[in-house]
């Protein structure tokens, strides 16, 4: 009896010692959290504020945007070229988000791939396409770090 029960103290310590170190899981509050980013970014993009937008992604030269037209890295060079590409409202248009389903891609819930379509309508710009989002929760909160959008 000893011996299982040595065992089963080796396991339950095994177990512990390869979960997460900050203990960190995704809860239905990071979903929210995730959602509550896509939600103000299509508010911002609704007003024609593309810097509002641009808050949803990562502040940094490793920020990561992949288009059909190829790789861009940075969110500077990322707000810049939509800045060029959206000069005003009315290129804008209306922005929507279909959101398919959110999959953590790490154990301790830090990372998250989101899927979903987009459409923008009211604009001479008006589109269509799907997007996956890798999220990651950074200190300042849940930001995209890449973005694949066709």
Sequence with gaps: MRHITRITIALALFGAACTSKSGAVFTKT??????????????????????????????????????????????QATLEAYQRSYPDKAAMGTLQFHIHRKVPLDEAGTVVMVHGDWEIGGSQKANKGPFSLIFKRLPEGWRIVTDHTW
């Excluded at 959290?33 to 939600?39: N, W």
């Excluded at 641009?54 to 940094?60: E, L, P, Q």
Aim: charged residues 20%; hydrophobic residues 40%.
């Design 30 to 75: 990071d979903e929210a959290a995730i959602q509550t980013v896509l939600d103000s970014q299509l508010a911002n993009w609704n007003r024609g504020n593309i810097p509002g937008f641009m808050d949803g992604y990562w502040k940094s030269d490793s920020m990561y945007f992949i288009t059909a037209k190829g790789f861009r890295a940075g969110h």
